[in-house]
């Protein structure tokens, strides 16, 4: 039986949990040392925590216990989010007994189903999963300082975001206006990524519409609305592509469009005066002609399969120059005789070419699209590499291309610049339109109804178009640090192309718009300086503040430094000193110093993070820095809240404990790579840790003896893998930190062990403490096996140079590659005597000149200097180049005498080897003498 079956992981761990708490340790209060302030995003509370928050929320946990232990003053707060609509939705689902609702939270979040069914308010809800957030917080022993939890649905909190919200109108960054949103026409209201099920990353692109047209003896003219992200490829089009497949004529705005029918219900939507005259087959159209607008040119209409009707108007212009799928789908439509005799449309198509408009800079080309298809070898239609082959050629064109003189007025004008250029000529020559379609589908409400964009009158927005505004931020980003560094050119697109943003719906929970009650506060637009808020919730949890004294003027004061503290006093009714004492804890703990966040926040919670403190807040308390982590899959699956897989934290927990679950999530990848939890691996971690705690538990106790040569090895190879954990903490890689502070460690122990060393206590001290950010409980309880203080907040390990004993790392280096040379060798050749020949003295009297020379050449010339070594000019040559390809292994082996070692361990290597070593040369057939290098002897098994 194990040490950990008999002690119980959660014994120690709520031993721990509950010692940490009565000293209340983790809470942090300002004092005269260096200060950290970490915060993770705060979980929203429609569902119990999971591995997905586990990961986030670890990775935060081990920082902070990192730099406390580094001598740093830590904050590391927790809120609980729960402002939006979901909470509302799911109470409606309960209320219902749905189904699935049903089974999804009995069966994946944990809920018992008789105390689901009591949560048909959205006040249950936040009560219950609020407590349960909590208790698993605690349970997995985060360091979190709970004096200062909130929920968004506080009046208190509700005072700081109306707050925020006059600051932001103040400098006209609010306005009211028309602006496409992500609407759920079921919810009746606009949706934000935390109201959906699907679709969260989508983004609002608006196409261009160009309005191909054709004379009609009925109508007048009949328009062909082309939408297109590429307005300036208009003058390379060739044809237009319909569906062969019902579409409809419809009165848009006083024109005839012809569109299809999805087109149509999203028109409604975005201020369109739309009416249906009746239902058309695109196939009646096929091989008639529309009029450019642009050129004046006639173009045939084609039938494509792969036109999407649900994509903007369903009705696509054709530019197989710049587009590599018309390219290829104008190909393939040439070698397709069945539809052309079909259509009638073979001579029509087969005299189609290519229309170069764009000219690539400093690049040879012919047709761009063509030049790429045949140089990725794509086929056809079907081949997947046409989605590489459009992002190439894209790409290359945005960034370095150039409009020829078939463009007319706009040649000599760059691509990345042209396209608003284009749009706003179009529309007001009455020729173009603007149509609001989504970057990606489906985007689905958690109602469970399809979301459109809709272009919302009178609505709220929030200006994050604004260029002063983005100039700021991004300026201050160049300033952060971002973790990881690539993430930055991210954040800058992202920066770049936002625009304004609705921030007000008219149903959910949270805040009102303090001048317009009819409106509430969207759940990320009052979510994005909350950190600061952290430092009022300590004093409001405690009953210094309450609701009625969060004034306009005390926030002012107390968060801005903006008038007197009397003024802020005499407006919220408090003693001044109590006013002082908010604004010192603010000063000291502000800015943010690490934002830890996963990426699905990068394109929203983490922009607008940065863009209200930088409209907010003077610059001395902008965020520090911002680390982005990856997700988590569950057994090679997506987890989902809403459908499972899901793998709640308090399982995790309770199948495995705490430091179990803490050591895989953060070994399972390094931080900005997707991590998936298995739970063999699982399982594998958790016997790890149980070797772990019966090795340091049989030899902590143990008295120090003299230290030998064994000992010195031991501690030179723990102050380097001090070292390298320092370093990886300090970059947030906590995979590379614990393969360093554990994996590493615990296989130079076994070494040491397995040689005989028996003076292991030596090291444990610092192991010890080196783990406690990692597996906090199991440290503990293994501390107080000699100490009384908590491990917790003890000294990090220094890395000691003068402990580094590169000879003796040198001399157990060598045994362990002679060992494991000598089984390679033994893998093919069986015997019970191994001889072994030691290199030349010419290698090692040309290797330590070798290893004092810059090159092989200088190298070289230094030993022909010598007779002995001209006479053998050839083999030291070769010597030379060896040494050359892999000179840091070599420089180990000069000082150490190889034969020695082998001769001291001779007992210890026979007896891992099982066979005789004979250190006889003469035994060892010449042509494998000559063959052994310095720190590589020639091995010869006799049978």
């Not at 009650?517 to 969207?522: D, R, T």
């Not at 004093?539 to 969060?550: Q, S, Y």
């Not at 180990?892 to 020695?900: H, N, T």
Request: proline fraction near 4%; charge should be negative.
């Amino acid at each position: 039986m194990s040490v950990y079956s008999a002690f119980m992981f959660r014994e120690i761990e709520e031993k721990w949990q509950r010692a940490w708490e009565e000293a209340g340790i983790f809470q942090a209060d300002p004092d005269d040392r260096p200060k950290f302030f970490i915060t993770i995003p705060y979980p929203y509370l429609n569902g119990n925590l999971h591995v997905g928050h586990c990961r986030t929320f670890t990775i935060g946990d081990a920082i902070a216990r990192y730099k406390r232990m580094c001598g740093f003053n830590v904050l590391f707060p927790m809120g609980f989010h729960v402002t939006g609509t979901p909470i509302i939705g799911l109470a409606e689902l309960i209320k219902k007994r749905d189904p699935r609702t049903i089974e999804v939270y009995t069966k994946y979040h944990d809920v018992p189903k008789d105390i689901l069914l009591t949560l048909t308010t959205p006040e249950r809800i936040v009560e219950y999963f609020a407590k349960e957030a909590e208790k698993a917080l605690k349970d997995i022993g985060y360091s979190i300082d709970w004096r200062r939890k909130f929920t968004t649905t506080d009046e208190p909190y509700q005072k700081f975001i109306e707050w925020q919200f006059w600051k932001l109108k103040e400098k006209g960054l609010i306005v009211k206006g028309s602006h496409p949103v992500r609407f759920c026409p079921n919810c009746n209201n606009p949706v934000e990524d935390h109201d959906l099920l699907m679709g969260e990353e989508a983004t609002i692109v608006d196409y261009t519409v160009i309005k191909f047209y054709m004379p009609d003896d009925e109508f007048g003219k009949i328009i062909f609305p082309c939408a297109t992200l590429r307005p300036e490829t208009v003058f390379g089009v060739t044809n237009i592509w319909v569906k062969p497949t019902t579409y409809v004529l419809a009165k848009v705005d006083g024109e005839l469009w012809f569109i299809s029918k999805e087109c149509a219900e999203k028109l409604r939507y975005q201020e369109r005066n739309i009416e249906i005259l009746r239902e058309v087959n695109a196939e009646e159209f096929i091989g008639k002609f529309v009029v450019n607008p642009v050129t004046g040119k006639e173009v045939p209409i084609l039938p494509a399969e792969f036109v999407d009707t649900d994509n903007a108007t369903g009705v696509v212009m054709s530019v197989p120059a710049h587009a590599p799928y018309d390219y290829v789908a104008i190909e393939d439509l040439k070698r397709n005789e069945e539809i052309l005799r079909k259509y009638g449309i073979e001579d029509v198509v087969k005299s189609i070419e290519p229309i170069v408009l764009i000219r690539i800079e400093d690049e040879d080309y012919d047709i761009p699209a063509k030049d790429v298809v045949e140089k990725l070898g794509i086929k056809n239609q079907s081949d997947p590499n046409l989605e590489k082959a459009t992002k190439i050629v894209y790409k290359k064109e945005y960034h370095k291309g150039v409009l020829l003189d078939v463009t007319g007025k706009y040649a000599g004008m760059k691509v990345s610049e042209v396209k608003e250029v284009i749009q706003r000529d179009l529309i007001q020559q009455g020729i173009g339109d603007v149509f609001y379609e989504f970057s990606e589908k489906p985007v689905v409400c958690r109602c469970g109804t399809k979301c459109v964009v809709k272009v919302v009158r009178d609505q709220w927005f929030i200006r994050y178009s604004d260029e002063e505004w983005k100039r700021k931020v991004l300026d201050w980003l160049e300033k952060m640090t971002i973790i990881p560094d690539y993430y930055k050119e991210e954040f800058r697109n992202k920066i770049e192309w936002l625009k304004d943003k609705a921030c007000a719906r008219r149903r959910g929970l949270g805040t009102r718009i303090p001048w317009d009650k009819e409106w509430l506060i969207e759940s990320l637009s009052d979510s994005t300086i909350y950190m600061a808020y952290y430092i009022l919730a300590k004093f409001i949890n405690e009953g210094k503040l309450k609701a009625e004294n969060i004034t306009q003027e005390f926030l002012d004061y107390v968060l801005l430094g903006i008038g007197k503290a009397e003024d802020a006093a005499k407006s919220s009714g408090l003693d001044v000193k109590t006013v002082e004492d908010v604004r010192k804890d603010f000063k000291y703990w502000y800015p943010v110093d690490l934002r830890s966040s996963g990426k699905d926040l990068v394109a929203n919670h983490l922009l607008f993070f940065l863009f209200h403190h930088v409209a907010i807040f003077p610059p001395k308390h902008w965020p520090r820095a911002i680390a982005v982590n990856g997700y988590v899959s569950l057994e090679g699956k997506k987890m989902s809240k809403s459908k499972g897989p899901l793998l709640t934290m308090k399982r995790a927990v309770a199948e495995n404990g705490a430091d179990v679950t803490r050591l895989y999530i953060l070994y399972a990848s390094e931080y900005d790579s997707d991590a998936d939890w298995r739970s063999k691996e699982v399982e594998a971690m958790k016997r790890h840790l149980e070797r772990f705690f019966e090795l340091v538990k049989e030899h902590y106790t143990k008295e120090i003896k003299e230290i030998d040569h064994l000992d010195r090895w031991l501690i030179s190879r723990f102050q380097k893998a001090v070292k390298e954990t320092r370093d990886a903490m300090e970059k947030l890689q906590t995979r590379r930190a614990v393969n360093s502070a554990f994996f590493e460690v615990l296989n130079d122990i076994r070494w040491y062990l397995k040689r005989g060393g028996d003076n292991l206590a030596i090291i444990l001290d610092d192991w010890i403490k080196l783990l406690a950010p990692f597996i906090p409980h199991i440290c503990e309880e293994l501390w107080h096996l000699k100490h009384d203080s908590f491990v917790s907040l003890e000294s990090y390990p220094e890395y000691d140079e003068s402990k580094i004993d590169e000879k003796a790392e040198a001399i157990e280096n060598y045994l362990k590659n002679f060992i494991e040379d000598v089984k390679e060798v033994m893998k093919f050749f069986k015997g019970e005597r191994v001889y072994v020949a030691f290199a030349e003295d010419w290698k090692v009297e040309a290797l330590k000149v070798a290893l004092d020379s810059d090159s092989m050449k200088s190298a070289m010339a230094e030993l022909m200097k010598y007779d002995k070594f001209k006479k053998m000019a050839k083999e030291v040559s070769a010597f030379l180049k060896r040494v050359f390809r892999d000179k840091d292994t070599f420089k180990e082996i000069v000082g150490i005498d190889e034969r020695k070692i082998i001769e001291e361990n001779k007992e210890f290597i026979e007896g891992e080897l099982g066979v005789k070593i004979v250190l006889d040369e003469s035994a060892v057939p010449e042509d494998r003498r000559k063959q052994a290098m310095p720190g590589k002897p020639a091995i010869y098994v006799e049978g």
